[in-house]
């Protein structure tokens, strides 16, 4: 196993060993109002997450659930290492950039004290609403890939992983499953909060919103995106490499070694419109209803481009 992922699998392991004997309900706990994973989140976390010092130059993905963040946030993690190795290779730890549990929200207390001395860029995954972010993110101008995806896929694909991953509650049925969804009673909370949430910062200067979808559609172009907004000064070649090693067969391929007994259900291949083996009638109008109410209008819901992924 190698060494930057070495606090990911301890982590995993332990999340693993401590939901044994856990009932459903007990695998999530409600913080601010939002429900998280009882065996990866903490109260004692979220309140040593108030202190964290973002950087300017920090990169931080954030998405809900299910939208891809793993590939995507692969493929960041790819370009900000080419760019040190190309620019500043005398900067570059790869062992402190990998070396925490990748989603901000996830460790221990003493987490944020280390990060102190890991080196500029640091890479950070989160799944957090931006309210519930450290003020210190939008006061420094960290710089914010904003990950959207369509609900219904990721509602099929979240459904998927929760019957694989211990730590999060299963449901024996799809039917169950949305019910929960749409209510809310999810790690990290409900989808449409989220991204209303996430609405109000769409336009901040250092905040990039891109969709899953355009990413399957042309990774090349998206990675080109990404760099640029990362000022991360690189050729059409390196951008065209960190493609090619970040496909989803090529990070499969590793994912055994990477992530051992992991591996399997986070680099999951999500197709998109995968949803429609899954959604009832009743499931789709359900959807449709709320997206219609919550969403359409605004600009994360223009960019989700419902009509096209999400209409029978």
Same mark, same amino acid.
């Given at each position: 196993?190698?060494?930057?992922?070495?606090?990911?699998?301890?982590?995993?392991?332990?999340?693993?060993?401590? /939901?044994?004997? =856990?009932?459903?309900?007990?695998?999530?706990?409600?913080?601010?109002?939002?429900?998280?994973?009882?065996?990866?989140?903490?109260?004692?976390?979220?309140?040593?997450?108030?202190?964290?010092?973002?950087?300017?130059?920090?990169?931080?993905?954030?998405?809900?659930?299910?939208?891809?963040?793993?590939?995507?946030?692969?493929?960041?993690?790819?370009?900000?290492?080419?760019?040190?190795?190309?620019?500043?290779?005398?900067?570059?730890?790869?062992?402190?950039?990998?070396?925490?549990?990748?989603?901000?929200?996830?460790?221990?207390?003493?987490?944020?004290?280390?990060?102190?001395?890991?080196?500029?860029?640091?890479?950070?995954?989160?799944?957090?609403?931006?309210?519930?972010?450290?003020?210190?993110?939008?006061?420094?101008?960290?710089?914010?890939? =904003?990950?959207?995806?369509?609900?219904?896929?990721?509602?099929?694909?979240?459904?998927?992983?929760?019957?694989?991953?211990?730590?999060?509650?299963?449901?024996?049925?799809?039917?169950?499953?949305?019910?929960?969804?749409?209510?809310?009673?999810?790690?990290?909370?409900?989808?449409?909060?989220?991204?209303? /949430?996430?609405?109000?910062?769409?336009?901040?200067?250092?905040?990039?919103?891109?969709?899953?979808?355009?990413?399957?559609?042309?990774?090349?172009?998206?990675?080109?995106?990404?760099?640029?907004?990362?000022?991360?000064?690189?050729?059409?070649?390196?951008?065209?490499? /960190?493609?090619?090693?970040?496909?989803?067969?090529?990070?499969?391929?590793?994912?055994?070694?990477?992530?051992?007994?992991?591996?399997?259900?986070?680099?999951?291949?999500?197709?998109?419109?995968?949803?429609?083996?899954?959604?009832?009638?009743?499931?789709?109008?359900? =959807?449709?209803?709320?997206?219609?109410?919550?969403?359409?209008?605004?600009?994360?819901?223009?960019?989700?481009?419902?009509?096209?992924?999400?209409?029978?």
């Amino acid at each position: 196993m190698s060494y930057f992922r070495k606090k990911f699998m301890e982590i995993s392991v332990k999340a693993v060993k401590d /939901v044994e004997k =856990m009932t459903q309900e007990q695998k999530l706990f409600t913080y601010d109002g939002v429900a998280y994973p009882t065996a990866l989140c903490s109260s004692e976390v979220f309140k040593a997450l108030e202190s964290f010092e973002a950087r300017s130059d920090d990169v931080i993905i954030a998405s809900y659930c299910k939208s891809g963040s793993f590939w995507i946030g692969q493929i960041v993690t790819d370009l900000v290492i080419t760019s040190a190795k190309k620019h500043e290779p005398h900067k570059l730890s790869e062992e402190l950039l990998l070396a925490e549990y990748p989603y901000l929200e996830i460790g221990d207390p003493e987490k944020y004290q280390r990060m102190k001395s890991h080196r500029s860029r640091r890479v950070l995954f989160t799944h957090l609403r931006a309210d519930k972010l450290p003020k210190s993110v939008f006061k420094n101008k960290a710089k914010i890939l =904003m990950i959207v995806r369509n609900p219904k896929d990721v509602a099929a694909s979240f459904f998927h992983f929760s019957n694989m991953y211990a730590p999060y509650p299963s449901h024996d049925t799809f039917g169950t499953f949305f019910e929960a969804f749409i209510k809310g009673e999810m790690p990290f909370g409900s989808y449409i909060d989220y991204h209303c /949430v996430w609405n109000k910062y769409i336009d901040e200067e250092n905040v990039m919103p891109i969709t899953y979808e355009e990413m399957k559609e042309n990774t090349a172009l998206g990675a080109e995106k990404m760099a640029k907004f990362f000022e991360l000064n690189l050729s059409d070649e390196d951008i065209q490499s /960190v493609v090619e090693r970040t496909t989803y067969k090529a990070m499969s391929d590793n994912a055994k070694k990477t992530y051992e007994e992991f591996g399997d259900c986070l680099f999951h291949e999500g197709g998109v419109s995968d949803w429609k083996t899954l959604f009832s009638q009743e499931n789709n109008q359900e =959807m449709d209803m709320v997206f219609k109410e919550h969403l359409a209008g605004t600009k994360v819901g223009e960019m989700i481009k419902y009509d096209v992924y999400c209409k029978t």
